[in-house]
């Protein structure tokens, strides 16, 4: 009980962030607790455990998501600054966006490069990770990627002309 509580509320936004639905995000991170419990013997304490568990809470998440294949959207992305401050990203290429803005494209592009712009921009996942969380290749990870930033740019565009 001790650990849920510890990090329950960290593990379930990043369900959330992957879901978009607040059920499907409390089942994908109960499911993955299980999980983890029944698992527990496989950690080997060579990295932070907290991260452990999020790994497979978003893996589970990933689960979820491919088999409902359905995003509710009534996430805010408000004090979520990150995805301006990546290096990749040029500055004037993104200029400020409010999180409005930011929330209405990530829901008008593909729903596959909404979810790598998140686990990789707002989760904080390598290329690596994503590439073995998705089960994609290494190149396709970062061509989707780059695919989805130029989707999220295009749609963040239309959005200020409209």
């Not at 304490?45 to 998501?65: M, P, T, V």
């Not at 390598?126 to 969380?133: A, D, G, K, L």
């Amino acid at each position: 009980m001790e650990l849920y509580q510890r990090y329950h509320q960290s593990l379930y936004m990043a369900a959330f962030n992957v879901l978009k639905n607040r059920d499907d995000a409390q089942d994908a991170m109960q499911d993955g607790m299980i999980q983890a419990f029944e698992k527990l013997n496989q950690f080997k304490g060579d990295g932070n455990f907290g991260g452990w568990l999020r790994k497979i809470i978003i893996r589970k998440s990933i689960e979820y998501y491919h088999h409902n294949k359905r995003i509710v959207s009534d996430v805010s992305l408000e004090n979520r600054s990150e995805l301006s401050e990546d290096p990749e990203v040029d500055k004037e290429e993104f200029p400020s966006f409010n999180s409005a803005q930011l929330e209405y494209a990530l829901e008008k592009i593909n729903k596959r490069y909404s979810l790598i712009l998140k686990l990789y921009y707002l989760e904080g996942y390598t290329h690596e990770e994503i590439s073995e969380i998705l089960q994609w290749s290494y190149s396709n990870c970062r061509t989707t990627l780059s695919r989805a930033k130029t989707q999220l740019k295009k749609q963040l565009n239309e959005g200020t002309r409209t």
